[in-house]
Nanobody
C-alpha cells in the first residue's frame, strides 16, 4: 500500500519560512519523480515544484521561483519543500505527488497523492 505523508505545514507570518516534508512508503522511491501541488479554497489544484528521480532536474511554477526549493533524499524516501519569503497568496493545502518514471509537473502525470498539509500565511 503506497502512502505519501506530508508534514511541516502551519501558520506563518508574511515573509516567514516553512519546510514541508513528504515521507513515502510502499513504493520504489527512486522510480518516482516527486512534486508538490497546492490548492486554495475555490481554486483548482496547481503545480508548485517538481524534482526528477535522480534529483538532477528541478522545476518551479513562476509564482514560487526564487522563493521555494524542492529537494529529495532517496535514502530516506523523503521529498522536501523549503518555502521562504512566504506571501498571503501562498496560503493553500499543499499536496505531495509521485509520478512513476516521470516528473509530475501536471496533475495528469501524478500516480499517487498525499493527503495534504495546510499552510496559512497571515499576520
Amino acid at each position: 500500500q503506497v502512502q505519501l505523508v506530508e508534514s511541516g505545514g502551519g501558520l506563518v507570518q508574511p515573509g516567514g519560512s516553512l519546510r514541508l516534508s513528504c515521507a513515502a512508503s510502499g513504493l520504489t522511491f527512486s522510480s518516482y519523480g516527486m512534486g508538490w501541488f497546492r490548492q486554495a479554497p475555490g481554486n483548482e489544484r496547481e503545480f508548485v515544484a517538481a524534482i526528477s528521480r535522480s534529483a538532477s532536474s528541478t522545476y518551479y511554477a513562476d509564482s514560487v521561483k526564487g522563493r521555494f526549493t524542492i529537494s529529495r533524499d532517496n535514502a530516506k524516501n523523503t521529498v522536501f519543500l523549503e518555502m521562504n519569503s512566504l506571501k498571503s497568496e501562498d496560503t493553500a493545502v499543499y499536496y505531495c505527488a509521485a509520478g512513476y518514471l516521470v516528473t509530475p509537473m501536471e496533475r495528469g502525470r501524478v500516480r499517487y497523492w498525499g493527503q495534504g498539509t495546510q499552510v496559512t500565511v497571515s499576520s
